[in-house]
């Protein structure tokens, strides 16, 4: 068993959106804007360990390649937005779940910033195409997140 209470899980959760996602994904919006892709690349790594320790594969595979990606050279910018665009969508529905899961409202500025400026790449509204939180317990801790779309590992 991973997790020893439905509690520490949950507290171990909301730690991830306050201590590594926020930060980590202001730090990787910032650095994506300014084209500055060593900061880019420190960002993503720092973010991939949180991710896998949650069991957020798809989100650290992400951070993963983002961090390869920008720190090659030349850097390959079409990749690099393409898998930009993949974490700013799976990120928000995190954020979303998260906010469901803890019943509060997310704070979701960094992706209402990104996605004025993108606006064809904007996930649903919606959060109905998220899991409900009582999916989410101590024995079945892993979120597999695809594309902005999140499902309780089954």
Known sequence: EMYSSEEEFKEMLENFEDLSLDKNMREIHAAFKARKYNDLSSAAFSLRGPTGYICASALCEACWELHSLAKAQPPDE???????????????????????????????????????????????????????ATTMTPERPQILIDDGKMEGNK
Request: charged fraction near 25%; hydrophobic fraction near 40%; charge should be positive.
């Open 78 to 132: 079409p990749r690099i937005m393409a898998v930009y665009i993949a974490m700013m969508k799976a990120s928000k529905s995190l954020k979303i779940y998260l906010g469901k899961l803890f019943d509060k409202q997310p704070d979701l500025s960094v992706f209402d910033t990104y996605f004025e400026e993108f606006p064809s790449e904007s996930p649903p509204k919606s959060a109905s195409m998220l899991v409900p």
